[in-house]
């Protein structure tokens, strides 16, 4: 079992829709997550992250956490096509004075106008 | 803003070469990382380091080494290039805090070896 885990897509929506990402996780010890979009060809940059059970909004962004079920998830409403890119889930593991990351493969996100 | 600037976006090499990435952030974070991206393997953790000199083998460090003489500083190194080292590279930095550090990336260099 992988350590995170993502649907690697391609999830379509249409433009106006909402779209709707998970991610797992196998490590219950974990604390902090990260959603990355990464546009083809460029580097991720994080658009949310969450530390607490329940929902964080920021726009049109919401990111969920279930840690019970080592579950987190990313919504996206309004969908544009703007939105079209790979959504990365990042799972913090603690390491001696810091902390790495876990990547999933990454989900591909494709809005359709 | 943060900003992970690496010193080449494009670079195409020979096997065999002694292969050199650059890294420098600018937010005097403890923590460095380098990353390579392939189609299918997502992200994988080559080496990352938590202070000057002090450097961890992340998942997949064979065939790497890394260098870390300032803080700002963290080098990748491909001591002999070979083909299945093509790849893009990623560089990320965060502050030092444990679980709740976010990771910054560099705008990644695509490596070509022939």
């Known amino acids: 079992q992988k350590e995170v885990e993502q649907n690697s897509g391609p999830l379509s929506v249409p433009e106006g829709a909402i779209a709707s990402l998970n991610c797992t996780y196998s490590?219950?010890?974990?604390?902090?997550f990260f959603w990355y979009r990464q546009y083809s060809g460029k580097s991720p940059e994080l658009i949310m992250f969450?530390?607490?059970?329940g929902d964080k909004e920021d726009g049109r962004f919401t990111a969920q956490l279930n840690k019970a079920s080592q579950y987190v998830s990313l919504l996206i409403r309004d969908s544009q096509p703007s939105d079209s890119a790979t959504y990365l889930c990042?799972?913090?593991?603690?390491?001696?004075?810091?902390?790495?990351?876990?990547f999933g493969q990454g989900t591909e996100l494709s809005v359709k106008p | 803003d943060v900003k992970v600037t690496q010193s080449s976006r494009y670079l195409v090499k020979r096997t065999g070469e002694k292969v050199f990435l650059e890294c420098v952030q600018d937010?005097?974070?403890?923590?460095m990382f380098w990353y390579r991206q392939d189609p299918g393997l997502g992200l994988r953790l080559i080496y990352f380091?938590?202070?000057?000199?002090?450097?961890e083998k992340g998942d997949i460090p064979e065939g790497y080494s890394v260098s870390r003489e300032k803080k700002e500083r963290f080098s990748l190194i491909l001591e002999s290039a070979s083909t299945n080292q093509t790849s893009m590279y990623l560089c990320?930095?965060?502050?030092?805090?444990?679980?709740?550090?976010?990771?910054?990336f560099g705008a990644g260099t695509r490596l070509s070896v022939l």
């Open positions: 990320a930095s965060s502050p030092a805090g444990g679980g709740k550090n976010i990771q910054y």
């Open positions: 490590d219950r010890g974990s604390q902090s």
């Open positions: 969450i530390y607490s059970n």
């Open positions: 990042a799972v913090n593991r603690i390491y001696n004075q810091g902390g790495k990351l876990i």
């Open positions: 937010m005097d974070h403890e923590n």
């Open positions: 380091s938590y202070d000057v000199k002090m450097k």
